[in-house]
Every structure is written in C-alpha cells, then in structure tokens.
C-alpha cells in the first residue's frame, strides 16, 4: 500500500486516482503508524513551504517521514512535496525542509511569467527507474513558482528549461521528487506514478 500523506493541502485525491488507474493501492493517511506500515510514501502539495512545513510538525508528521525514508522505502515527493525534500527554502522566511536532499528551494528568477504554468519538456541527464520508458524530451504539466537547487548535480535526473534550466525530477537512493504533477500529464504522468510503484515492489527496506 502506498501512502499519500495527508497534511492539509489540496492535491491529494487527484494523486490517489493517478495510482489507482495504474493499479496501485493508495490511501490518504495521517495517522504516523498508517504511514509506518505503508510500502512507500507520496508527498504531494500545492501552496507555500512555510505553511507546509508547520502544517506537517503539527500534525508530528516530521519525524515519521524521516524514519521511513531512513528505512529505505521509497518516498516520492510531487511539486511542493518535492521542494519539501530539500533543506530550507528562500520562500517568505528561510525555513529549515526536510533535509533529505541537499540544496535550497529558490524563486524562478525576475522577467519569467510566474508561476510557470503549462506543458514543458524534461531532458533526461540520468538514467533512473522513476523514468524508465520516458523518451527524453518528453512534456509534463508544470505550476510552480520556486524550484529546488540541488547542491548534489548527480542526483538530478531530469532538467526543463523555463529562462532558467532546473531540476524537474531528483533520484538519490531511495528518495524521488518531481517538480511537474504526474497526475495531470496525461498517460506518460501515469506511466512516472507506475514506475514508481514498481520500485516499492521491488524494494528492501532496512531496519525494522
């Protein structure tokens, strides 16, 4: 089963029809022993990062995300879930993220028409299961106005170019994050939320 964590955002529902139509089992939950047993993880969100992130340490959220990912299972973060991932943000306040990736979460530079809404093309730069049978070169659903700067280039697997060229997919071990919604771009999205509960198949998680 596949753990959509509910911490107050919008998103949710779409995300958990997303997987149902490729065949996986997912449930809403907030409950941090629902999320404990689940066989992955999924962050989704739209909105701000401050708000995301207080949202989550009320709900003691924090620690459970943490203590999974450090379990080994897989965690699929999707637009603000992906920036989430990462260690602070520049948005409002600089506040501290998850810190399971390394790098900061920045504002699309002055002059681009923000947010950037709309199809966009990804250019695969590394080979990762989450795109495995995508064609580089393929166009996803965007709506973002800050995007994540990795601090480790190694672990971006997909860039876009808006003005700016960014990471639009990170894979680092067991952690995913994309920037685009998967559940909007048509049967190629689905295909990415596929591939992803493939790897919860095929994972072994460590620890308890």
Not at 63 to 68: H, L, P, S
Not at 121 to 127: N, S
Not at 163 to 178: P, T
């Amino acid at each position: 089963m596949i753990a959509i964590i509910d911490y107050g955002v919008g998103n949710l529902r779409s995300v958990q029809k997303g997987l149902e139509k490729v065949g996986q089992q997912a449930r809403i939950v907030q409950d941090p022993d629902e999320i404990r047993e689940a066989g992955g993880l999924v962050l989704p969100g739209v909105g701000a990062f401050a708000d995301a992130m207080k949202s989550l340490a009320e709900r003691g959220l924090i620690g459970v995300i943490k203590e999974v990912a450090a379990s080994g299972k897989p965690l699929l973060g999707i637009c603000l879930g992906m920036q989430l991932l990462f260690e602070e943000s520049e948005e409002g306040e600089r506040v501290p993220g998850l810190a399971l990736l390394k790098g900061r979460v920045r504002r699309l530079p002055p002059g681009l028409k923000v947010p950037h809404m709309g199809w966009n093309q990804v250019e695969i730069a590394h080979p990762a299961p989450i795109v495995q049978g995508v064609q580089d070169g393929s166009a996803f659903y965007f709506v973002h106005s800050y995007y994540v700067d990795p601090v480790e280039t190694d672990a971006v697997t997909t860039w876009t170019e808006y003005g700016i060229k960014f990471a639009s997919i990170v894979a680092k071990n067991n952690i995913y994050g994309i920037q685009f919604h998967p559940e909007k771009s048509s049967n190629l999205g689905l295909h990415i939320l596929k591939n992803f509960g493939e790897l919860i198949g095929n994972a072994h998680p460590s620890g308890n």
